[in-house]
Every structure is written in C-alpha cells, then in structure tokens.
C-alpha cells in the first residue's frame, strides 16, 4: 500500500515566488527523502532527513520533519523556471536495512518565467 | 560518464513476447533496486540485490525475473508481456542497502506493449 500522500498534486507558481510542498505517512520512519524528477528523466536525490532532525536545509531548498503528525513539508525559496519537475517523498518505513522506499505519488511543480 | 545507465530507452513490443531491460551503475555501489512508475508517476519498489543477493522482492508478477550478474549490474527479463506490463521501469543504485542512502536513479525504459 501507498505509504506517502503528498499534497498538493499540482502547484503552479510565478518565478521568484516560494513553493511548500507536503508529505504525510502512515506509520513511523527512520529516514524520510526528497527526490525531484524532470518530465521524461530519472529521479534526482535531493535531501535525505532523519527522524530525529526536525529542519534541513541546501541551498534553495528547506525540509522540515515532523514525526508527531507523520509529516514533511520542502519548501523551495526563490523558485526558478528550471525548479518546474515533479517532486517526490520517500520514507523507509521504519526498516531501513534493506533501503526499500516507499514512494508518495508526488507534487507537479509548474514554475512560470 | 553516465552513473547509472538502462538500454534501452524505449521499448514497443506486443502481448504475448518477452523483453529484457539492462541495467549498469559504475558508482561501485553494492546495491542495486527496479522501479516500475505508472501512468500516474506512482512508483513502486519491485526487486532490490544486494552483492549479487536478492534482498527485496515485492509481490511481482513472477513473469518478472532480475538477473545480477555481477554488482554493476541488474537486468530485468519479463515473459508473456501484458497490457498491464506498460509503464517506465527505472534502475537505481545506492551505495549499500539502507534507507539512510540516497539513491541513484537511471533515465528509465518507456516499454509499451500493443
């Protein structure tokens, strides 16, 4: 079963605005990722946080994990035309020696130049 | 030089066929994962080796049969293509087995079957 929930599932946005994506999931987690996939390529990794930080940040981008409410929000400041991707989380589930992830079905960013 | 790289791209083929799909990563990484993503981008988990040893193997079809060779790389066969079957299947890698280590994805295979 569908282990992330992501909302929302379409989010367009002017250039230079920012763009707060969240993630819910269902049971508890030792690591949570971000991955970004441009239309028509393979996944990117962005950040990887663990369920005992609450704030990450590189660069442009801003993960915060709250494992109470089984959430995650990326914020991406400043946003650019080439930030229009889709854009993933990943929870191991609690078991992460295998690193099977479980993937949410994403948020379509639409960056407008 | 490409980290993780699948041949082919795409893939047309009809009902009935088998196909294969290769994968290669020359990260040196031990781990090696299929993907199978849907027309609605969901992506789900289908195999994981690690060192050459299966460690994940989701409910699959077992129509769908890994192969790792060597831990550079990972081949998926898949027997009597169905409708069903279409979809982008990535390869990724990392560099051991556990959730605390990103992964590497490939470009994916499109496989349509007609």
């Known amino acids: 079963s569908q282990q992330g929930e992501e909302d929302p599932q379409a989010l367009s946005i002017q250039e230079g605005e920012n763009a707060t994506m969240n993630c819910s999931y269902k049971t508890s987690i030792n690591n949570l990722q971000w991955y970004r996939q441009n239309s028509g390529r393979g996944l990117v990794h962005l950040i990887l946080i663990r369920s005992n930080e609450r704030e990450k940040h590189s660069g442009r981008l801003r993960v915060t994990l709250d494992t109470s409410k089984k959430s995650s929000s990326l914020l991406i400041t400043a946003s650019r035309a080439a930030d229009t991707a889709s854009y993933f989380c990943?929870?191991?589930?609690?078991?992460?020696?295998?690193?099977?992830?479980?993937f949410g079905q994403g948020t379509t960013l639409q960056v407008k130049p | 030089d490409t980290a993780v790289s699948q041949t082919p791209k795409y893939l047309v083929t009809q009902m009935g066929n088998d196909k294969s799909i290769k994968c290669e990563q020359n990260?040196?990484?031990?781990?090696m994962y299929w993907y199978k993503q849907d027309s609605k981008k969901f992506l789900k988990i289908m195999f994981s080796?690690?060192?050459?040893?299966?460690?994940i193997n989701e409910t699959v079809p077992n129509r769908f049969s890994p192969k790792s060779p060597d831990k550079a790389h990972l081949n998926l066969h898949i027997n009597s293509l169905e409708l069903g079957d279409s979809a982008v299947y990535f390869c990724?890698?990392?560099?051991?087995?556990?959730?605390?280590?990103?992964?590497?994805f490939g470009p994916g295979t499109r496989l349509t079957v007609t």
């Open positions: 990260l040196g990484h031990d781990t």
């Open positions: 080796y690690n060192n050459k040893e299966l460690i």
């Open positions: 990943a929870t191991d589930k609690g078991s992460s020696n295998t690193g099977k992830l479980i």
């Open positions: 990724a890698s990392s560099q051991v087995a556990g959730g605390n280590y990103e992964q590497y």
